[in-house]
């Protein structure tokens, strides 16, 4: 009862201080030791979790991720990925055709809670867990288990002997305690999409052949040679929510010393066509780290490796598995993607199944901006081409809302172009309606207030209008929970005294603030600023940009009435006569992803008179 107290004395202080509703999330405490037999492929280990129960629920039953179970046929993942429209063709149908030695498994040898044994059930990737006595509000259990495992041939992420003869992969790689939060237990089955775990503290020890080079999360806290010709690595991480390995007899291991103490780890194979590439990312690299230290906020760990490895790029805690062969370039930009993923899903944790934009979509935005910079591009709008991949989607009847859950998209294309474009454009039209000088301080409070936690999307929303002093439930409303699109349109020019009345339409379903360009016949251009009625911001966000290309949005007149989104039209007067008026453009810095930019510009043709198409 008095921990329960506590509970409550905490959630109302933070209710006072901060106006937030009372927020708690569990902690776990891993103590992993594991013997690796590579002439089997076979993982066996002893796992002590320390489990506190933060919410105000009584637990009775827990529940564990066994992701290896995935790699075996007839699985959940590999009938998902035989029937659905697109499979990822690293997946397709090899699940199916494994045999006894290529499938990958978990299996439970015993498990106790607090010295009882307890009652479980797997259901492929899940187990069950019955607890013997139920853990209360404030308390914490121990839950103790043997367990062992096949390391699977390389398909998904995880898995031995990957295409660039890494040899192993290990992510996803030790049955992991699925999260409670404030909605319940969250033991979603493995199909190959996205993870969500609980906060705490790593103590690993891998032992394995000699000659194996091994990095991954955290830090080497002691590098053991025992006399069976075997070596115990030991690591350490804490306030993290996963723990990622891999380990090949080929590694070269070189560090670089990055910003604020981070010493920044690179293990790739010693091949010589690798190495050059992988040399010259280094620099690029620390470059990367600073750049987001400033940009985003600071980088907490004091380490980071990025590991030759895995399918394609994966992000983990203070780690990445990235596949090595590839171009300066390539390499740099994969890199530079996982990296940032340090920033949005772990050390911001949301629900990836359920908020997979937040982390893919997020990361490619702030992707965007730091590419931009390394290879130094300096483009106004670096986002064009998520804009580009988003327009295709919604061309091809495929889209479905951002709210979708990320096992649950009709299609990989459309989880992929939603997660990854549509979420990256959530940011940049937030960035361009609010500015610089407003946007990235009010990222950076985000990354700030909501560092390891489980941020909502919500919880997001509500920071950037606190920072920005606009209301922007609207915009996520129809951004994320609805498939409208955006489509705006110059309708019609008229001539009336002292001028000319210009006539818009919105086409498409979603209502945003927009920006009007006019070109004279003399070559001087006149920029409009129309707001959205929801922002219920008078006649606007007064907007300041960095980039020398959008200065002229800094002293646009914001004087024009805002647009209510229910008015298919909008007309406003300028001291222009139509003749004297060449083009007319919506939206000329792409501020917003418009589906149909055909009908943004209207231009006089000489001979012709000037009127709506």
């Known amino acids: 009862m008095k921990n329960l107290l506590s ?4 959630c109302l202080i933070s209710l006072a201080v901060s106006g937030q509703t009372c927020y708690w999330q569990q902690h776990v405490k891993y103590d992993m030791d594991v013997v690796l037999n590579e002439k089997n492929h076979q993982l066996s280990g002893e796992q002590v979790i320390d489990y506190t129960n933060n919410s105000p629920d009584t ?21 998902r990925s035989r029937t659905i429209e697109d499979p990822d063709p690293r997946v ?46 404030g308390k914490t259990a121990q839950l103790k288990m043997e367990f062992l495992s096949q390391v699977p041939v390389q398909i998904r992420r995880s898995g031995r002997d990957n295409k660039e003869g890494i040899s192993y992969s290990m992510t996803q790689w030790y049955p992991k305690l699925a999260e409670y939060d404030k909605h319940g237990w969250h033991p979603n089955p493995y199909v190959g999409r996205e993870f969500y775990g609980i906060w705490g503290d790593f103590d690993v020890s891998i032992t394995a052949n000699k000659n194996l080079v091994i990095g991954g999360t955290g830090s080497l806290k002691a590098k053991t040679e025992n006399k069976n010709n075997t070596t115990t690595w030991h690591f350490e991480a804490e306030n993290v929510h996963d723990f990622a390995w891999a380990g090949d007899f080929d590694y070269i291991h070189d560090t670089k010393e990055g910003p604020n103490g981070l010493k920044i780890h690179f293990y790739y194979e010693n091949e010589e066509d690798l190495i050059e590439n992988w040399t010259w990312v280094q620099d690029k690299t620390v470059e990367l780290f600073k750049i987001m230290n400033s940009t985003f906020g600071p980088y907490p760990y004091k380490s980071y490796s990025i590991l030759q490895g895995g399918d394609g790029g994966m992000e983990y805690p203070q780690a990445t598995l990235i596949t090595g062969e590839r171009s300066k370039n390539s390499l740099l930009g994969v890199i530079v993607h996982e990296v940032i993923h340090s920033w949005y899903q772990m050390i911001l944790g949301t629900n990836e199944s359920l908020y997979p934009w937040m982390d893919e979509g997020f990361t490619t935005f702030a992707s965007g901006i730091v590419m931009d910079q390394l290879l130094e591009r300096k483009t106004f709008n670096p986002h064009t081409r998520s804009i580009g991949g988003y327009v295709r989607l919604v061309e091809s009847g495929k889209q479905e809302p951002l709210s979708t859950h990320a096992d649950f998209f009709h299609t990989n294309f459309a989880y992929g172009v939603s997660s990854y474009s549509k979420g990256s454009i959530f940011l940049w039209q937030l960035n361009y309606m609010l500015g610089d000088e407003v946007f990235f301080p009010a990222m950076r409070s985000y990354y700030n207030q909501w560092k390891f936690k489980h941020p909502t999307d919500k919880d997001f929303i509500r920071v950037m209008e606190k920072k920005s002093g606009v209301n922007l439930d609207w915009y996520l409303e129809s951004w994320v929970y609805t498939n409208n699109t955006i489509d705006y349109g110059v309708k019609n020019v008229e001539k009336q005294t002292g001028g000319s009345l210009i006539t818009l339409e919105k086409v498409g379903e979603m209502a945003m603030p927009i920006d009007v360009k006019i070109t004279l016949n003399s070559g001087k251009e006149l920029f409009y600023h129309i707001s959205n009625y929801h922002l219920f911001s008078g006649k606007g966000v007064k907007r300041k940009f960095m980039h020398p290309e959008a200065q002229i949005l800094n002293s646009i007149d914001q004087s024009l009435n805002p647009w209510p989104w229910t008015h298919p039209e909008y007309q406003f007067t300028v001291k222009h006569n139509p003749e004297d ?14 589906v149909d930019r055909s009908n943004n510009i209207y231009t006089k043709k000489p001979g012709v008179a000037f009127k709506g198409n």
């Not at 509970?7 to 905490?10: G, H, M, R």
């Not at 637990?59 to 066994?66: D, G, K, M």
């Not at 008026?581 to 418009?594: M, N």
């Open 7 to 10: 509970l409550v004395f905490v």
């Open 581 to 594: 008026i060449k083009i007319i453009e919506i939206d000329p810095f792409q501020g917003t992803a418009d």
């Open 92 to 137: 397709n149908d090899r699940i199916a055709h494994l045999d006894e030695t290529e499938i990958g498994f978990q299996k439970v040898l015993s498990l106790f809670v607090d010295g009882k044994p307890a009652k479980y059930q797997t259901l492929g990737t899940i187990l069950q867990v019955l607890l013997p006595k139920p853990i209360l509000p």
């Open 59 to 79: 637990i009775n039953e827990v529940f564990y991720h066994l992701y290896f179970n995935a790699f075996q046929p007839g699985s959940m993942m590999d009938v």
